[in-house]
């Protein structure tokens, strides 16, 4: 899929009669963008945005495949037929599953970090904000029963190790520079590489062609992925 989103985007310098387009978009089904969701979260350290309005498209197509799945048992419809449907229904919900279980799994990890941050808080969905505020005050609240108030004074706080710090060190934050295999569906330049703090540029004048397959840190492309210039692996 990605190889396929990427010849079409590096097809941009030459003229087009709009059939590659055309195909492209036609073969972009809401359970390859689905897929493309679940590659992206999984590899990714940090919780990305949700994806509300593919998940609402995947969640009516899953109940109308349902349907379609009990009518043709009622119906009497060839066996095969029906465990064909069966089996796309089947991974679909593994994909979509596994895609809001990895999430979970996220601000079960970085709660406290995620209720910091404005910018991540805002990529849940409503579901689940209502989960990190009620897990974040039900895991808060048996810490400080059975810990935090058996300690001095100065070391009850939930999130800094003592009064004396001046962060929440307590904090488990994703590792943004941990390295990703990232590939790039349209052309990058270097400028688009650059690190946020500048502090490393050697080996920063590379740039990326689409479908290639690039091993770098996160953080590196952390913004090229939010465009959907790049696709994780």
Known sequence: MES????????????SDGTDDFETLISTTDVELLRRAWRNEKAAPEILRFETHLIDR???????????????????????TVSLYQMDLDRTQFLLRSYLRIRIQKIEKFMFHILKKNELHDRLSKQERNFTRRYSEVIGKHLEESVLLNLPDNYQSLLRQSTTSEEDDMVAEPQMDTFVVCKAREY?????????NKSLTTDLLM???????????????????????????
């Open 207 to 233: 740039e990326m062609e689409p479908g290639e397959l690039f091993f770098i840190p996160f953080k590196r492309i952390k913004k090229l992925l939010e465009n959907g210039k790049v696709d994780l692996v």
């Open 4 to 15: 396929e989103s990427g010849s079409g985007s590096g097809s941009g310098d030459k003229p």
């Open 188 to 196: 990058v330049g270097p400028s688009e590489l650059q690190d946020s």
């Open 58 to 80: 995947v969640t009516g197509q899953l109940q109308l495949m349902e349907e379609t799945v009990d009518d043709f048992v009622e119906s009497g419809i060839d066996p095969l």
